[in-house]
């Protein structure tokens, strides 16, 4: 059976095609019996000065190649002017009808014609390449000429062929449309190029397709003698070309998934689609969990590297030939070839596979069954690879496809690896990055929330940039001395790993300047020349990220025992207020400049008194900021939600920042709810102690009794030792009245307070030093120990364990 092929379309020949082929007819003799337009166009010589004439005054490569039996390359040939032609030219042994011997020469300028990659053979390529099948017919149609490859094409010998019609040797109508071809090429004298394919009666692939170059012959007079037909089977290369531009469209799929599993599951059903009935693709098992140091070609040594089954396609349903599931750890067996191809980093084939006993696949008893049920008969494996570094493997194989792979079958199979290692290789950063800023995340931002006996906490964290998972925002619920504890809010300009750096560098400055015990107003200030000089540090270059450009915070700090609470913002919205009873107010907080923007700036301070129970909640704008609201639409819907009953204040963060279901903020958001308690005043004491010598015995005396009330009698002795060296630094060191505070709490807190402005500084004195070690004796026998200053003064505390002692 032949089918017309698109280079012709009736009797019109596609001019992309039409190779110009020059040709001559030569005898036993070495005489030319026949020329041809094309020969005369490209020579100059007309038929009368060939035909009947030795071959060799024109064609010198005739007789030279006759004496070789045939020859095929390149060769000089004059031009009727004068000037010498450089010619690709092949010469072809024919047989005729009584036994007798001629040769086609054949002659191709190379440099003019079709591209063989985008349009099929050149004229050259035609020429050169074999097999080439050569048919000779007279005007009626009868075979005079053929040669040995034509056999080898068609399956018809001969006797079948020599003085036959086409018609006759292939009993089917598209003969008689090859044959009106041919009595087109007699009659107008030009070349045509035409494609067919062919069903041969033998062979793995019965199906072949074949280009053909079809010219006429011409005598001395100019007269058409007959017909030419050169065709070469473009089998392997029409496949090839369709199965890269299936490739190229193809890429789309591989590309852009930053999922790894995704792509290699694309790779294994490009793979089946394109040459295989069984496709595989395994991944190191890093490169889908982004963890782990990259493996590099040939470093595998005694320890192969561990693979996880990521793709799996089969023509079969179900895909039986595999032992192992996707997502499954898969074990190379040692000593087979897939060893090597990790070692070398070079793809391996094996058109026919060998399973026979003593064979590597002994030693992997749940591939050889699963090869053995299935019939698996040829292998490939490509090692999917950027430039050092190992990402996976690929294995591809043939089960009900009889033809075994082919060396065009492995070019095409790791074009398409290549392709999809670029892919993978992306996808494999992508997930590393997410996975150290997921680590950075749980870095930056705190695991729990500690508010101790002054406030129960929760928070929720969205990040704008989905693909990383982390942003500027932070917020935190830092512990403070005397039960206190300091609230923050804050958020970085700018999104994803760059602004989560910053942030975690602000995050440690709050904390830094929070235990330093300063008020709202001065941390806010000191944190905005951190911000300074950060940027300072980061300055803009063409090839940088912009540095640190701005930030906003609100800091707040909550003391239970009096259930004030102190706060200040820098450019950040104010907290919602709902009290006991149901109502919420936003408080008239001075906004402040955001920190870092180089002005002058100035924060103000503002105190609000807390009910027992009051909610808290501090945010980002990114909760109360869209595209289609002002910031006034966001506070009040905040409002309307929080003044909701809610079951826990987890419960109720959920809720509240679940701004549009289903969809991702277009800024970070962040909301801390705190819910404020009142510590019992039984758990506090405090005394007014006169600035003297008295003040000592009498506040050993105050705090014996005190902690006896509470059941803390285990702490006595540590407890009088630092509130004895507290007071008696206050009355050496400071002038007016002393207040000495105890507060029962996670810790047991003493506080000595004076009017002196004079920090106390720990310092190790000498052997002979009479003073310098109460401070010292302090922090042996505390948790921990500080200052902080207040408006009239300062306080010096010290907190202790609650650990072993009594009860509370």
Request: negative net charge; aromatic residues 4%.
């Amino acid at each position: 059976m032949t089918t017309m092929a698109d280079t012709t379309v009736g009797d019109r020949v596609n001019p992309r095609e039409s190779w110009e082929v020059a040709a001559a007819l030569v005898d036993d003799r070495g005489t030319v019996v026949a020329w041809t337009p094309d020969a005369q166009r490209l020579t100059g010589h007309l038929p009368g000065d060939v035909v009947g004439r030795p071959a060799a005054l024109v064609l010198p490569c005739a007789e030279q190649c006759r004496a070789r039996g045939g020859w095929s390359g390149r060769t000089a040939v004059r031009h009727r002017d004068g000037h010498t032609l450089e010619l690709a030219h092949r010469v072809s042994r024919l047989s005729g009808r009584d036994g007798s011997s001629g040769w086609l020469v054949s002659l191709a300028d190379s440099g003019a014609g079709p591209s063989e990659a985008a349009d099929g053979p050149t004229h050259e390529s035609l020429l050169v390449r074999a097999p080439v099948g050569i048919v000779l017919r007279d005007e009626r149609m009868l075979c005079t000429w053929v040669n040995d490859t034509m056999e080898r094409h068609d399956g018809i010998g001969p006797e079948r062929r020599l003085g036959h019609r086409l018609s006759d040797a292939w009993p089917d109508t598209e003969a008689e449309g090859l044959e009106t071809l041919m009595r087109q090429v007699l009659r107008d004298g030009t070349t045509r190029v035409h494609e067919f394919r062919r069903w041969l009666p033998a062979g793995p692939r019965r199906e072949h397709t074949f280009a053909g170059s079809f010219f006429a012959l011409q005598g001395a007079d100019g007269q058409a003698l007959g017909v030419c037909a050169i065709s070469v089977d473009v089998t392997e290369t029409r496949r090839a070309q369709e199965r890269f531009t299936i490739l190229r469209g193809a890429s789309a799929r591989l590309a852009g998934s930053p999922d790894v599993m995704h792509t290699s599951q694309e790779l294994a059903d490009l793979a089946v689609a394109l040459f295989a009935d069984y496709a595989v693709v395994d991944l190191e098992q890093s490169v889908p969990f982004g963890k782990g140091p990259p493996v590099h070609i040939g470093t595998s040594g005694e320890h192969p590297p561990t693979f996880r089954r990521s793709g799996l396609a089969s023509v079969h349903h179900g895909v039986p030939e595999s032992p192992w599931r996707r997502g499954q750890a898969v074990h190379l067996p040692p000593g087979s070839p897939f060893s090597d191809v990790l070692r070398r980093g070079r793809p391996h084939l094996e058109p026919i596979l060998d399973t026979a006993p003593g064979t590597w696949i002994d030693k992997d008893p749940a591939r050889a069954s699963k090869v053995r049920e299935n019939g698996a008969h040829s292998l490939m494996a490509v090692p999917i690879r950027v430039r050092r570094t190992l990402l996976g493997v690929a294995w591809f194989l043939r089960t009900d496809n009889p033809v075994p792979f082919q060396e065009i079958d492995l070019l095409l199979a790791e074009e398409l690896v290549r392709r999809a290692a670029q892919s993978l290789d992306e996808a494999r950063q992508h997930a590393r990055e997410h996975t150290a800023a997921l680590a950075l995340q749980r870095t930056l931002l705190p695991h729990r929330l500690r508010g101790g006996m002054a406030v129960d906490a929760a928070a929720r964290y969205l990040p704008a940039d989905v693909d990383s998972g982390v942003g500027g925002d932070w917020f935190d619920v830092i512990p403070l001395s005397g039960a206190r504890v300091a609230l923050v809010v804050g958020d970085v300009v700018g999104h994803g790993l760059r602004a989560a750096a910053t942030m975690g560098r602000l995050r440690t400055a709050v904390h830094t300047l929070a235990h330093m015990e300063l008020p709202p107003d001065e941390l806010l200030t000191h944190l905005d020349d951190t911000v300074q000089r950060l940027a300072e540090e980061d300055p803009d270059t063409a090839d940088q990220a912009p540095g640190v450009v701005g930030a906003t915070c609100l800091y707040a700090v909550y003391d239970p025992v009096t259930g004030v609470c102190t706060m200040a913002a820098a450019g950040h919205p104010p907290p919602a207020v709902l009290d006991p009873r149901g109502r919420v107010t936003f408080p008239d907080l001075p906004a402040g400049a955001p920190l870092g923007i180089g002005l002058a700036a100035s924060f103000e301070a503002v105190e609000l008194e807390l009910d027992e129970g009051t909610l808290l909640a501090l945010y980002t704008d990114g909760l109360v900021e869209s595209r289609d609201d002002d910031i006034d639409v966001g506070m009040r819907r905040l409002a309307s939600v929080l003044a909701q009953p809610a079951g826990s204040l987890e419960d109720l963060c959920a809720r509240a920042t679940d701004v549009v279901p289903g969809q991702v903020p277009p800024d970070d958001v962040t909301l801390l709810l705190v819910r404020t308690h009142s510590l019992d005043p039984a758990r506090v004491a405090s005394w007014t102690l006169p600035g003297d010598c008295t003040a000592v015995r009498a506040a050993r005396r105050l705090v014996t009794r005190q902690l006896t009330g509470w059941g803390l009698r285990d702490l006595e002795d540590s407890t009088t030792l630092i509130v004895s060296e507290l007071v008696t630094n206050a009355v050496r060191h400071a002038a007016g009245p002393i207040v000495l505070r105890l507060i029962q709490h996670d810790v047991l807190t003493c506080e000595v307070s004076d009017t002196g402005v004079d920090v106390p500084r720990l310092r190790r004195a000498r052997t002979l030093d009479e003073n310098g070690r109460g401070l010292f004796l302090i922090a042996q026998l505390s948790h921990r120990w500080g200052t902080r200053c207040v408006p009239n003064g300062k306080v010096v505390w010290a907190e202790q364990d609650l650990t072993g002692a009594s009860s509370r």
